[in-house]
């Protein structure tokens, strides 16, 4: 499989950042964000969740607008797009089980999530930076907000991550 996302990403050296589209994206290992997570989870509780999952709604939500802009993508076409992207990012191996755009709704499967993996075992979904950014793109998509689950996670034992959103 060809990484077209990496083909395209860009370095400016003048302003020290990767782009793809114009988009800025940025390099950083998984165990940082973890770590980051943990701290902030000791921290809040579960008030860290809802805060990292703001955060990858906000990456979801300005992607999807940004790629709707420059590609013209219907709604299917938008899903695919950034379900293909997870992968070639580095997020996982993301796999589309539905998508329901009169039912305004998307399930997606993610192998290998780079979270739940960082994390290790957990009694509680911790992947929220992915149920944020497939929130953020479902309510470009849907042009509504939508409830958005992780109802399986790798950190939990599960085989796979699954991520419902209604």
Known sequence: MENKILKDLCFAPER?????KEARYLLIRPEVLVTFQKEIEKELGEKADRILFQSGFQGGSLSSKKYREVFHFSDEEMVRFMIEMGPQIGWGRFELEGFDPVKKEL????????FAEAYGSSTTPVC?????????????VFNQESKADE??????G???????LR
Do not use: N, R, T
Not at 16 to 20: A, Q, R, T, V
Not at 107 to 114: A, D, E, L, R, T
Not at 158 to 164: I, L, P, Y
């Open 16 to 20: 020290g950042g990767l782009f793809y």
């Open 158 to 164: 599960d085989s796979f991550c699954k991520f419902q």
């Open 107 to 114: 399930s997606v499967k993610v192998y290998h999530s780079p």
């Open 151 to 156: 109802i399986l996670c790798l950190a939990k």
């Open 128 to 140: 929220h930076f992915i149920c944020g950014v497939l929130s953020g793109m479902a309510g470009v």
